[in-house]
Nanobody, 111 residues
């Protein structure tokens, strides 16, 4: 059974940082492509960042230079380091792999 479990969300002030984690089970982790997506109220879910099995990464223009996606194959975990957070980064963040989604973790950026 495939499971993706996110953690690390919370309430932060603008300019601060958060690191999200996604622990995967039931997947051949080292061969999988993972991505983070986000969805805020009234908006469509959008891709934030992705990382391939070859560790090549891609980012949405809105987060380039601020967010970093990484993976630890030994721990079956994907990370999203978010720096210089802005109010417009407020959303539920989802981990994704293939046809599978995590339950999401709320990130709120507010003073």
């Amino acid at each position: 059974q495939v499971q993706l479990k996110e953690s690390g969300g919370g309430l932060v002030q603008p300019g601060n940082s958060l690191r999200l984690s996604c622990v995967a089970s039931g997947i051949r982790f080292g061969f999988a492509v993972f991505s983070w997506h986000r969805q805020s109220p009234g908006k469509e879910r959008e891709l934030v960042a992705a990382i391939g099995s070859n560790f090549i990464t891609t980012y949405a223009d809105s987060v380039k230079g601020r967010f970093t996606i990484s993976r630890d194959n030994a721990k079956n975990t994907v990370f999203l380091q978010m720096n210089s957070l802005k109010s417009e980064d407020t959303a539920v963040y989802y981990c994704h792999c293939g046809v599978y989604w995590g339950q999401g973790t709320q990130v709120t950026v507010s003073s």
